[in-house]
């Protein structure tokens, strides 16, 4: 699978942005079967776990981005997308989205569970 992320810029504290990240995916696998999640990384800090989407379309959240970020995903199009409204400066990262056909649901914050990984966006909330 390959994954490529889009939609980052730069916005003043309470806007909104739309990530989207397109995966290619091989023609005897459903996109449909992977679970997608966003994660983002500040300078100096780890990867933390912001979002997935599972193959029924549930979604996850971190706690800091709920009720403010919103992700789903278009099977047909190959895409998961984040909507991130009243965006805070400490939303500012390099957000990556990651996918897997075989991460279980008590594992889906880990990075490590992740096979595919595109690379980032960068996101910068201006104060």
């Known amino acids: 699978v390959q994954l490529q992320a889009s939609g980052g810029g730069l916005v003043q504290a309470g806007g909104s942005l739309r990530l989207s990240c397109v995966a290619s995916?091989?023609?005897?696998?459903?996109?449909?079967?992977?679970?997608m999640t966003w994660f983002r990384q500040a300078p100096g800090k780890e990867r933390e776990f912001v979002s997935a989407?599972?193959?029924?379309?549930?979604?996850f959240y971190e706690d800091s981005v709920k009720g403010r970020f919103t992700i789903s995903r278009d099977n047909a199009k190959n895409t998961v997308y984040l909507q991130m409204n009243s965006l805070k400066p400490e939303d500012t990262a390099d957000y990556y989205c990651?996918?897997?056909?075989?991460?279980?649901?008590?594992?889906?914050?880990?990075?490590?569970?992740?096979?595919?990984w595109g690379p980032g966006t960068q996101v910068t909330v201006s104060s």
């Open positions: 995916v091989a023609s005897d696998v459903s996109f449909r079967s992977y679970v």
């Open positions: 990651a996918a897997s056909r075989q991460v279980i649901l008590s594992s889906y914050s880990r990075p490590s569970a992740y096979h595919y």
């Open positions: 989407i599972n193959r029924g379309s549930s979604p």
